[in-house]
């Protein structure tokens, strides 16, 4: 598969029309960078500092996996990273945290139309790093360029970033602070978003048995753009311990099929029977993770659709800043290791599934990825 391009490029028709005057009131001459991309030298793209105190616009952020909603003209603008949320109020400068307990940060601020946060706060509550890089002026020796770089995966470090950069930053530097000219019209019309409709993701669950299965299925019917539908994979146990929360799957919509322990006929026989008493439903599908090789081959044996994952995120609960690492765009880079069929993701119901799964239906809904359902007929992922 040829592998795509995980530049984020929104559709732009920009006309910029160059006035006598410029007016920079209210911003301060920075660059912006999130990870290994800088961000262009606009007036809205850059920070307000006051004082010691950074804020940059809120919007920077979705670069980054933590998102956004906004109520009226910036009266409330929410930042979240699945349950993990700051709420802000800047008429009366309040910021609360997702269990409304008050936060000691600056306040953020509407200027000039847009909604400023501080920096350094939302950082350290997300779990991401920021850098402040300077760069020495040959020409202007009185001149120093600042960078302010938002990491959360980057690949450069800050002396790779610069060198990649340099000669870039430096031509916009000089255009923002070059004299007034008459005024001129220049158009510039960007790429598309890149659409990447010809890849198929499945997406599907196993364990709910966790203390995040109510959490998990909140997501499902709150923060699913396009009302994806995925499959759970069910154990034995899973059934036993929760059968009306089974029922609750099954009347959404999702597809059951069956978690195997052992990987034995035996097992996907007596689990059926307890999905059939509890659901009425029956099914062929399958999957294993431990007895994966023998679960396969069974199913093989026996004419059921048994299916793999071609990504499993899972394991221990992670930092933060190791969540926000495995964002859908990880996944996006994988796509060439993968089948051309597509791939299977598979969470496990645990609170990294909780935290990312906001940021993985958002891409895989701006990039207009395939995402189909799980069935028996589907030619299956192994």
Same mark, same amino acid.
């Given at each position: 598969?040829?592998?795509?391009?995980?530049?984020?490029?929104?559709?732009?028709?920009?006309?910029?029309?160059?006035?006598?005057?410029?007016?920079?009131?209210?911003?301060?001459?920075?660059?912006?960078?999130?990870?290994?991309?800088?961000?262009?030298?606009?007036?809205?793209?850059?920070?307000?500092?006051?004082?010691?105190?950074?804020?940059?616009?809120?919007?920077?952020?979705?670069?980054?996996?933590?998102?956004?909603?906004?109520?009226?003209?910036?009266?409330?603008?929410?930042?979240?990273?699945?349950?993990?949320?700051?709420?802000?109020?800047?008429?009366?400068?309040?910021?609360?945290?997702?269990?409304?307990?008050?936060?000691?940060?600056?306040?953020?601020?509407?200027?000039?139309?847009?909604?400023?946060?501080?920096?350094?706060?939302?950082?350290?509550?997300?779990?991401?790093?920021?850098?402040?890089?300077?760069?020495?002026?040959?020409?202007?020796?009185?001149?120093?360029?600042?960078?302010?770089?938002?990491?959360?995966?980057?690949? /450069?470090?800050?002396?790779?970033?610069? #060198?990649?950069?340099?000669?870039?930053? +430096? *031509? !916009?530097? @000089?255009?923002?602070?070059? $004299?007034?000219?008459?005024?001129?019209?220049?158009?510039?019309?960007?790429?598309?978003?890149?659409?990447?409709?010809?890849?198929?993701?499945?997406?599907?669950?196993?364990?709910?048995?966790?203390?995040?299965?109510?959490?998990?299925?909140?997501? /499902?019917?709150?923060?699913?753009?396009? #009302?994806?539908?995925?499959?759970?994979? +069910? *154990? !034995?146990? @899973?059934?036993?311990?929760? $059968?009306?929360?089974?029922?609750?799957?099954?009347?959404?919509?999702?597809?059951?099929?069956?978690?195997?322990?052992?990987?034995?006929?035996?097992?996907?026989?007596?689990?059926?029977?307890?999905?059939?008493?509890?659901?009425?439903?029956?099914?062929?599908?399958?999957?294993?993770?431990?007895?994966?090789?023998?679960?396969?081959?069974?199913?093989?044996?026996?004419?059921?659709?048994?299916?793999?994952?071609?990504?499993?995120?899972?394991?221990?609960?992670?930092?933060?800043?190791?969540?926000?690492?495995?964002?859908?765009?990880?996944?996006?880079?994988?796509?060439?290791?993968?089948?051309?069929?597509?791939?299977?993701?598979?969470?496990?119901?645990?609170?990294?599934?909780?935290?990312?799964?906001?940021?993985?239906?958002?891409?895989?809904?701006?990039?207009?990825?395939?995402?189909?359902?799980?069935?028996?007929?589907?030619?299956?992922?192994?």
């Amino acid at each position: 598969m040829k592998k795509k391009s995980l530049t984020v490029i929104f559709v732009l028709c920009l006309i910029i029309v160059l006035l006598p005057i410029k007016t920079k009131a209210a911003i301060s001459p920075h660059f912006i960078a999130v990870n290994d991309t800088l961000l262009p030298f606009r007036d809205d793209v850059m920070p307000y500092i006051n004082g010691e105190q950074i804020l940059v616009s809120h919007e920077i952020f979705s670069n980054v996996g933590v998102w956004s909603v906004s109520a009226g003209d910036f009266e409330e603008v929410r930042l979240y990273v699945g349950a993990r949320q700051v709420d802000f109020y800047p008429e009366s400068g309040l910021t609360q945290n997702q269990f409304g307990n008050e936060l000691s940060w600056p306040a953020a601020q509407v200027i000039g139309g847009k909604f400023y946060v501080p920096l350094h706060q939302v950082c350290e509550y997300f779990g991401l790093e920021y850098q402040l890089i300077e760069i020495g002026r040959t020409v202007i020796p009185d001149k120093q360029i600042w960078i302010i770089r938002i990491i959360s995966s980057a690949r /450069l470090s800050s002396t790779e970033f610069v #060198n990649r950069y340099r000669t870039d930053i +430096l *031509s !916009a530097y @000089d255009e923002y602070y070059a $004299p007034p000219t008459p005024i001129q019209t220049e158009i510039s019309i960007m790429e598309p978003t890149p659409s990447y409709s010809d890849v198929s993701v499945y997406l599907s669950f196993h364990d709910i048995s966790s203390p995040y299965i109510s959490e998990i299925v909140d997501l /499902l019917e709150n923060s699913n753009p396009a #009302n994806y539908t995925v499959c759970f994979f +069910l *154990s !034995a146990n @899973d059934i036993k311990n929760n $059968p009306a929360m089974v029922r609750k799957l099954d009347g959404m919509g999702h597809v059951i099929g069956i978690w195997l322990q052992e990987g034995t006929y035996e097992e996907y026989l007596n689990t059926s029977a307890l999905l059939f008493e509890a659901a009425k439903v029956k099914t062929v599908l399958i999957s294993a993770d431990i007895a994966e090789a023998e679960a396969s081959e069974m199913a093989q044996m026996h004419g059921l659709s048994y299916w793999g994952a071609s990504i499993h995120i899972g394991g221990t609960p992670a930092t933060p800043s190791s969540l926000i690492n495995w964002t859908a765009i990880a996944v996006t880079d994988a796509l060439p290791t993968l089948s051309p069929d597509g791939f299977c993701l598979r969470f496990a119901c645990n609170e990294n599934a909780a935290a990312m799964l906001p940021s993985v239906f958002n891409h895989l809904y701006t990039y207009e990825y395939t995402v189909p359902a799980i069935t028996e007929t589907t030619n299956p992922i192994k």
